[in-house]
């Protein structure tokens, strides 16, 4: 028996490329890049596309937040249902969101073909699982709707047909989207820092921000290496948002733990038979689970006991060991070969937060658990505002 590892799957498994880092920051830049995740990687690309002088700078290394270790699954919509974005946004911007986030399931595709690496995307499809028999009406009533106002095509099944998803007596009903896609989070996060740094921009890791000043049009970003004069700064921290540099940014947004297990290699046939399809999968409850094949016939499998970022990692593999005993009894005693948490950030309304503050710092956090997606899309967006 191996012992378990308390390291991440992903980045343990794919060693990130020599060369992407440099020492030390520029002193001057059109625009500095705090955080080296996809938020900030996006953006930077974007900008030096639009030949804008960038420095990306974080206080970890690359992708060691949430952007390497996440579950790596591209799934449609935002957090709030499409009912509760109508109510406050109306039809017409809630429809132009939802276009948005569909077209942001592909977008990470298309960036590793533009820029010449293999993320390991799959167009896995998901489902999503309810565990209350009367959920299933609702869900074909959801469904419904979601065909005759969106043009979305969604399945919701049962019984026997439920069974063609997921071996499992544990759910009452699932609903199957074929536009939900799988991605290898680690060789996505250091794929785009590989671009980034083709494009000539220094990436600096171990290079903590330690103040924000301003005088006239330039910003001073004070960091542990230096202070870099820029034209624009933008804030791409999301759960590892800081507390002291720029208070109102941080005050939006809740940073929420999350926490994944990998099982040892388990029989091709075993994972045949319990997620057939290979989909990817999340269940319906306020403290979600969700899980997927590795392509090495691991069960990759994530979720969180409560909200804490600081939950001890050995305690958490215990847990996640009775909910996969629960959802698939014959993996009870299964081995753990990995236990790792991150930390992702929620706002109050759920929603993203892009914007400028008041002294000037754009800012771009606050994805509520979808930031593969979201973190690609608005990371370009905003890159393209400020360029």
Known sequence: IQPMKTVPYWTD????????????????????????????????????????AV??????????????????????GLKPSTATLTKRFGLETTRAMWDASLEAIELPQRIATEDGFDAEFRRSGAVSLGYRKDGANAARAESHA???????????????????????????????????????PAKYTFGLAGGVARRGVPIVEHCRVTGLYR????????????????????????GYTPKDVVPEIRRQVVPIGSYMVATVPLAPEVLDRLLPGNF???????????FRRSDDDQLLFGGRPNLSPDLE??????????????IFPELADVELSHVWGGKLAATFDLLPHLGRTE????????YGGH?????????????????
């Open 371 to 387: 930031g593969m997606t979201l973190a690609t899309y608005l990371g370009t967006e905003v890159g393209g505002l400020i360029g």
């Open 13 to 52: 498994r794919t060693a990130r490329p020599d060369g992407i880092t440099v020492e030390d920051p520029p002193s001057t830049a059109d625009v500095v890049v705090i955080g080296a995740g996809v938020t900030g990687l996006t953006a930077a690309r974007r900008l030096a596309d639009l030949g804008r």
């Open 359 to 366: 002294g000037g710092i754009w800012y771009l956090v606050g």
């Open 215 to 238: 005088s006239g049009a330039t910003h001073f970003v004070a960091t542990s290496k230096g202070t870099i004069q820029a034209g624009d700064v933008l804030m791409a921290t999301n």
């Open 55 to 76: 420095v990306v700078v974080d206080a970890m290394e690359v992708g060691q937040g949430a952007s390497a270790i996440n579950g790596g699954q591209l799934n449609y």
């Open 280 to 290: 990817i999968y999340w269940t319906q409850r306020r403290f979600l689970n969700y």
């Open 146 to 184: 979601m065909h005759e106002t969106f043009g979305f095509e969604t399945t919701v099944v049962e019984g026997d047909e439920l069974r063609s998803v997921i071996g499992s007596d544990a759910f009452a009903y699932g609903v199957i989207s074929m536009v939900d896609a799988a991605i290898d």
């Open 313 to 326: 990692l050995t305690e958490v593999a215990h847990g996640m060991q009775t909910t996969i005993g629960e």
